[in-house]
C-alpha cells in the first residue's frame, strides 16, 4: 500500500469515527447551515453591489438587508433550539392558522405590498415579510404531528387525508392567487413529501402527483410571463433579447468561469448583464467568480445536508422528528435543485431561490428557523440524548445553555396529542386516554400496535418511516421511566 493510500485510508476511517460520535448529526447542520449563510452572504454582497450603488448610491445596501435577515435567522435558529418538541407540536395548528390567515390578508388591497404585479408582501413597520415562506415551515409542522396522530390512532385513509390534503390544496391556492407559482411548486413538493414519508399507498400517492404535475402545467401556460418561460424552455435558440435572455445569459455567466472562476468580485454578468443575478440566479455568480470547483462546494453542501437530514430521520425514534426532517430535508434539497436546474438550463425558470444563499430576507431567516428544527431533531437522536443527559454538553452546547432534549417513551397515550383530540367522539377519547392518575411522556405511542398481516400493502415505506430500524440499548431510549 502506498503512502497516499495510507493516508486516505487513515482519514476515511477518522472521519467514520467521527461520524459514529453522538452529536455528529447536530454539529453537521450546525456546519452546512453555515458555511451556506456565510457564502451567500458573500455572493449577494458581489452580485448585488453595482446594482445597488447604480439605484441607491451605496453598494451595501441589498447586503446590509441581507445581513439583518441573517442576524434575525440566527436567532430564529436558536430559538428552534429551544422549543420543546411537546411545545412545537402543541403550537404546531395555530401556527398553521395563523400563516393561512397572513395569506389571506396579503391579497386584501392596502394590506398586501403589490411589487412588479405580484403582492407577496406584508409590511411590518421597515420589515417586509413574505407569509408565503412562513407557510411552508407551518405545514411542515403541523402536517407532520397530524399524519403521526392519526396513524397512532390507526385512522383510515380518509381520516389520514383530511383535513391535510384540503388545507394544502387551500395553501396552495391562496399563493397562485398572488401570484407565486414558484412558491406553489415549493408547497406542492412539501405536501408531496408529508404523504410519501406518511405511508400514503403508491397508487393514491401516483394519483396525486400525477393530478399536480397537471395542475402546475395548466397553471404554468394560463399566464402570458408563465408561458412564456416555458416557450423559451422549449425554443431556446428564440428571442435571445427577449424571453430567452436572462438563460442564454446564466449559461455565457457560468462558462465564463472555467474551472478556477474569474475571481471573487470579477463578474462580468452583475454589470446589469444578468437580470436578479443576487436572487434567483446567484448560483450563476458563483459560477462565474468561483468557478466549477465553487458550483461543486455549493453542491458538496447540499449533498451532506441530504445525507444529515436523512441520517437524522432514521436514527430517531420519534415517528413525528422522522417525518418532519425527512420532509424538511426534501423541501429545501428539492428547491435547491429546482434553482440549479433552471441556472444551468435543465428546467423551465420557475423564480424559486437557492436556500440560504439566495438574496431574499423572508427566505433566509424562515430557511434557518428551519434548520434550527433539523438540529433539534438531531439532538434527540437516541444517542444524543444518552451523551447529553449524562453530561457530555461540548463546548457548543454548553456555550448556547441549550436545555436537555426530552426522552421519547412509548406508553398508551402522547400528552402532545392532547390538543389533537379535541372535537373526537367520546369513544375515541377514551380508547386513547391516559392511565388515570399518571401522565403520559413525551411523544408516547399507544401499547396497542397492528400486526403484519394488518398493514396490508401500505408498504416498507410506512415500516421504516414508524419503526426504528435499530436496536435500542439503553433503557431510556427504549422510553422506560427510572
Known sequence: M???ARRKRTAATRFGAWLARPLASFHLVVTIATLLTVLGLVMVLSASSVEAYADGGSAYSLFIQQ??????????FYLALCIPLRRLRQWSFPLFALSVLALLLVLIPGIGSEVQGARRWLMLGP?????SEIVKVTLVVWGAHLLVSRRSEHASLKDMLVPLVPAGLLVCLLVVLQPNLSTTIALGVVLAALLWFGGLPVRLFVTIALSGAIAAGVLALSAGYRSDRMRAFFNPGDDPQGINYQARQALYSLADGGIWGRGLGQSRAKWSYLPNSHNDFIFAIIGEELGYLGCALVLGLFALFVYTGLRIAARSVDPFLRLLTATATTWITAQALINIGYV????????LQLPLVSAGGSSLAITLFMFGIIANAARHEPEAVAALHAGQDGRFSRLLRLPKPEVYAVGRASAARGTAQRGRSPVARRSSALPPGGRAPYGAEPARRRSPESRGTSSARATRAWEPSYPVNHARERGRSR
Open 344 to 351: 444551468v438550463g435543465l428546467l423551465p425558470v420557475t423564480g
Open 67 to 76: 445581513a439583518m435577515f441573517a442576524a434575525i435567522g440566527t436567532v430564529l
Open 2 to 4: 502506498t503512502e497516499s
Open 127 to 131: 420589515v417586509s415579510v413574505q407569509p
